[in-house]
């Protein structure tokens, strides 16, 4: 959800702007913010997707493992549909509702869209630490003998899944320093287009 854009140039031409009254942007102006819609969207339905297929796996889960271990990766599994549901709703809604496409309104919809990204990375850390406590608890299960946990579930948890999701927590903290970044030079942009109006 990384997004390039010239915020000094942008400054620069609203600044340079001879009349009073604010013109609306052309196709050129709006295309950005097309793009980004039609990309939320994508995001939106491969979420509900995701939602569902792990809604049907915690089904099956419950079905044909009736231990500790179903039950457990049943239970994860379906917090995991419901809050790709809830992100969806809350992340995703707002910037493909969106529909002010003035000079001002795109600013804001900037604004708004950063903001929304910041939200989106926090649940994909959240999704990840929920991943390593799922690691955790499977070790857990194994060494208070509550069930008897297969050993390549462990090895595949422990050595390959956990050591991504700790990379990609890592990675996402880098993208929301730059967010953040963006964020303060939209709000100051935004601060100097409501003083030059």
Same mark, same amino acid.
């Not at 900037?110 to 608890?137: D, E, K, N, T, V």
């Not at 956990?162 to 935004?190: A, G, M, V």
């Given at each position: @959800?990384?997004?390039?854009?010239?915020?000094?140039?942008?400054?620069?031409?609203?600044?340079?702007?001879? /009349?009073?009254?604010?013109?609306?942007?052309?196709?050129?102006?709006?295309?950005?913010?097309?793009?980004?819609?039609?990309?939320?969207?994508?995001? @939106?339905?491969?979420?509900? *997707?995701? =939602?569902? +297929? @792990?809604?049907?796996?915690?089904?099956?889960? !419950?079905?044909?493992?009736?231990? =500790?271990?179903?039950? *457990?990766? =049943?239970?994860?599994?379906? !917090?995991?549909?419901?809050?790709? &549901?809830?992100?969806?709703?809350?992340?995703?809604?707002?910037?493909? %509702?969106?529909?002010?496409?003035?000079?001002?309104?795109?600013?804001?919809?900037?604004?708004? %869209?950063?903001?929304?990204?910041?939200?989106?990375?926090?649940? +994909?850390?959240?999704?990840? =630490?929920?991943?390593?406590?799922?690691?955790?608890?499977?070790?857990?299960?194994?060494?208070?003998? !509550?069930?008897? !946990?297969?050993?390549?579930?462990?090895?595949?948890?422990?050595? +390959? /899944?956990?050591?991504?999701?700790?990379?990609?927590?890592?990675?996402?903290?880098?993208?929301?320093?730059?967010?953040?970044?963006? &964020?303060?030079?939209?709000?100051? *942009?935004?601060?100097?287009?409501?003083?030059?109006?």
């Amino acid at each position: @959800m990384a997004d390039n854009f010239d915020f000094s140039a942008l400054a620069k031409s609203w600044q340079q702007q001879p /009349v009073a009254k604010e013109t609306p942007p052309n196709a050129a102006d709006l295309a950005q913010a097309s793009q980004r819609q039609r990309g939320q969207k994508f995001l @939106m339905y491969g979420e509900w *997707l995701g =939602a569902v +297929i @792990m809604a049907a796996a915690a089904c099956w889960l !419950v079905l044909v493992m009736p231990d =500790a271990v179903g039950y *457990l990766a =049943a239970v994860f599994l379906a !917090v995991g549909a419901l809050s790709s &549901l809830y992100v969806s709703w809350k992340v995703h809604r707002p910037i493909l %509702a969106y529909d002010s496409w003035t000079s001002w309104g795109l600013l804001k919809f900037r604004r708004q %869209a950063c903001q929304l990204s910041l939200q989106y990375y926090r649940y +994909i850390q959240l999704s990840c =630490a929920a991943i390593i406590l799922f690691a955790g608890l499977l070790w857990l299960l194994q060494w208070r003998k !509550v069930t008897e !946990v297969p050993t390549d579930l462990l090895l595949f948890y422990s050595f +390959i /899944v956990s050591p991504l999701c700790l990379f990609s927590i890592y990675r996402l903290q880098k993208k929301k320093r730059i967010k953040l970044n963006e &964020l303060q030079k939209l709000t100051t *942009l935004e601060a100097d287009f409501q003083c030059s109006e």
